[in-house]
């Protein structure tokens, strides 16, 4: 298979032989004047070495390489890679009869830049960050469903793909329909609206640092700030909590933490209680010593490095904010999604809020994101989730 070509500039290809997947519009030298935004390219070096096939896009990143071969990019290719990416699911444990809910394709972590599949039951919902990926999504979606067990595939491309690329982004299903929007996370059952929720319907991300809150709830009274579909809230009710409050912005997010928590426990167990509030003003009205673990999980502050400073005073003022009230002898779990923010500059924000609480505060536990978002170590940019566990007396 012959694709148009891109050549670099000389030097350029070093970070390419590192298998960062990643070429820069200021890294090329010449390309066909041909390419169409989306198209398969094979790029080579200043001296005609063939480096590998990539997605081209118009933009600073202007190539996203799938091969540092000369693999032809076919259905072969994707069902080899869909393959290869289920393979570890199974190796990690995560489809199991009570757990259905995983990320099957983790962009680059998954050698697939731009494309995102996450697995409820028998539904794959799939995301195209790339102009790339949304031109294969078909060839995709069928090659999903040759997993074992996957018979639905939704493709939801309105929110991701890059807006100036003037597509027709679509939000639909590619193949079957509505089966369940049911899924089991560590035996628990949550609905995931992947029609009209953020992202793919559910933060599968939070997984494992769930599992440790679960196992600090007992007895506690628990406040879950951003709780979307309130998975932090549904575990913690788990976990033997004295009473937990969830709080977001938006009316349907809690609605759907509503739905998940009655979908688990009986109407006669009324520990929970949810807020359609903005979590500052929750934060400022609510009475000092009331909670003893807070979760504070908010959306990305910093969508990119240019919010970076005002992201960092946000996660400031939040924690703080958790900090000065949270009663004696109390937890805090506190995250950064931002992939903008690393783990440094986050710890240094919610060190300075507590520097500015006085209060003495421990680190019980660095967390990250989980093993079904893995890092390609070629492509440290993958690293986005970051969170502290602060015992605080
Ligand atoms: N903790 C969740 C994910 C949080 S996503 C989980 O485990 O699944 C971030 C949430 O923050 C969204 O639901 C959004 O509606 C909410 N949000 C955004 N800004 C907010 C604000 N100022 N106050 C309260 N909630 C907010």
């Not at 990643?22 to 010449?30: D, K, L, P, Q, R």
């Not at 520097?355 to 994101?369: E, M």
Request: hydrophobic letters at 40%; glycine letters at 8%; charged letters at 20%.
């Amino acid at each position: 298979m012959t694709y148009k070509t891109v050549t670099l500039k000389r030097g350029k290809e070093e970070s390419l032989q590192r298998m960062h997947p990643w070429v820069f519009s200021g890294a090329i030298a010449s390309a066909d004047d041909s390419i169409e935004e989306g198209d398969l390219v094979t790029v080579y070096s200043h001296d005609g070495t063939l480096i590998g096939n990539g997605h081209s896009q118009i933009g600073s990143i202007a190539v996203r390489m799938l091969t540092f071969d000369d693999t032809a990019i076919d259905e072969a290719f994707y069902s080899q890679r869909l393959n290869d990416a289920y393979q570890m699911r199974l190796a990690l444990g995560l489809q199991r009869e009570d757990n259905n809910a995983f990320r099957l394709v983790h962009g680059e972590g998954d050698f697939l830049p731009g494309l995102v599949v996450d697995i409820y039951g028998p539904t794959a919902v799939m995301q195209a960050h790339s102009p790339g990926m949304h031109f294969a999504r078909n060839i995709i979606a069928h090659a999903l469903t040759r997993l074992p067990g996957i018979h639905n595939v939704y493709y939801k491309s309105e929110t991701t793909l890059p807006y100036k690329a003037h597509l027709d982004p679509v939000n639909d299903y590619i193949v079957g329909g509505m089966e369940t929007d049911e899924a089991l996370e560590n035996g628990l059952r949550f609905h995931v609206d992947w029609l009209k929720g953020q992202k793919t319907g559910f933060f599968v991300d939070q997984r494992e640092n769930r599992s440790l809150l679960e196992h600090y709830s007992h007895g506690r009274r628990v406040l879950n700030m951003f709780c979307y579909t309130g998975g932090f809230s549904v575990y913690a009710l788990r976990g033997g909590a004295q009473l937990v409050h969830s709080v977001d912005s938006s009316a349907k997010a809690v609605r759907l933490t509503d739905d998940n928590v009655s979908l688990n426990y009986a109407t006669s167990d009324n520990r929970h209680q949810s807020f359609a509030e903005d979590a500052f003003k929750f934060l400022d009205n609510m009475d000092k010593d009331a909670y003893d673990l807070i979760i504070l999980d908010p959306p990305a502050f910093a969508k990119h490095k240019s919010a970076l400073r005002n992201a960092l005073v946000g996660y400031r003022r939040l924690n703080a904010k958790a900090l000065e009230k949270i009663a004696p002898g109390s937890i805090l779990f506190t995250f950064s999604c931002s992939q903008a923010v690393n783990k440094e500059q986050f710890r240094l924000a919610v060190f300075s809020a507590a520097a500015q609480t006085r209060r003495k505060v421990r680190i019980l536990h660095q967390l990250t994101q989980p093993a079904d978002h893995p890092i390609n170590i070629y492509h440290p940019e993958g690293e986005y989730l970051k969170g502290l566990v602060l015992y605080v007396e």
